[in-house]
């Protein structure tokens, strides 16, 4: 029995193996992951159609591949009889670990035989690693010369790793939009005073009833989703010499990982309570930094946000996802003195970038829709009621 490339997202050429979880030899179940594909959007797992032994491996971690090209073999096999002697599992059999986990093994040196896993099994979570992480030291000591990717010149340590495919993607889609899009940026700043409160007030009440803690996302995707509403050009794309106006509100929403930026999309966020929201993100989150987003969930989008104040940003000139027009940057939310009815008062500011492709979208147009946001979060009833 041929174990193959799977069918591969569309757009998606080919893919890389980055990892083999099993070896020749190995007695597979039915449904069991044997290999990871990377591609430039998703980690595929490949698992095995049926019981059986698995030989024959053709490929190995790091070749390219295509779709349906035979990856090894599966010979099938009942499931050995248990015997006393295995009641426990071999000591050096790795034990699960998921792509996210993996690859910061791989990326700071570490074995997992040195690692105690918290998880159901035994399983290496991520938390796991950190105290490891913390431990290490940026000296010459941590830099062994047998490593396969360390060079020196002069003396001085450096250490080459290829870069992954969705990293390499995110290379190809900036440069392509800074070459494409006639990229302009406009700035204002809101006060988040009020949601601020509106969260200390109901936010006990909010988990209780939905399960999800109400964060600042949700307003600002309600926000965005209203300002679309008045100005179609911005949630509009220009597609050749035509302009696309979306008649719909699909909002991605920038989720940083350890391969890389992905942008996961809410659709329909017109149609969504501020819990379904926060259910959403939070859903895209955990799954996009374990590798587990589907294909179909990073497609399409018709306005951005991508919030680098969880980073401690005070400020930035994001860049378009194309074929999108325009993306809202959030940041730092500080304690600022401002002047309200002729008086300074302390109030929690936040500094708001939206950029956007002049060949669509005028500079009168942009600065109006950026204050129809910062005039929707500044009063969240109006927000609320629609109005």
Known sequence: MEIRVPELPESVADAVIASWLKKEGDYIKAEEPLLELETDKVVLEVTSPAEGILSNIRYQQGDTVLAEQVLAELIPQEAPAETPAKTTPPQEHE?????????????????????????????????????????????????????????????????????????????????????????????????????????????????????????????????????????????????????????????????STERGLVVPVIKDVDQLSYAEIEKKIADYAERARNNRLDIEELKGGTFSISNGGVFGSMLSTPILNLPQSAILGMHKIEDRPVVINGKITIRPMMYLALSYDHRLIDGKTAVSFLIKIKELLEDPASLLLEL
Request: hydrophobic share 35%; proline share 5%; net charge positive.
């Open 95 to 255: 034990p699960p670990i998921s792509p996210s986990v993996r690859q910061s093994l791989a990326a700071h040196d570490l074995d997992y035989h040195d690692i105690h896993g918290t998880g159901k099994k035994g399983r290496i979570l991520k938390e796991d690693i950190e105290p490891y992480i913390k431990e290490e030291k940026p000296t010459a000591q941590t830099v062994t010369p047998s490593s396969q990717k360390l060079q020196t010149t002069d003396n001085r340590p450096i250490k080459r790793v290829t870069m992954t495919r969705l990293r390499q993607r995110i290379a190809e889609r900036l440069v392509s939009a800074q070459q494409t899009a006639a990229i302009l940026t406009t700035f204002n700043e809101v006060d988040l005073g009020e949601i601020k409160r509106i969260r200390q007030e109901y936010q006990q009440r909010f988990q209780q009833k939905h399960g999800i803690k109400l964060g600042f996302m949700s307003f600002f995707a309600k926000a965005a989703t209203e300002a679309l509403k008045r100005f179609p050009e911005v949630n509009a794309r220009i597609d050749g010499d035509e302009i696309v106006y979306q008649g719909f509100y699909d909002i991605g929403v920038a989720v």
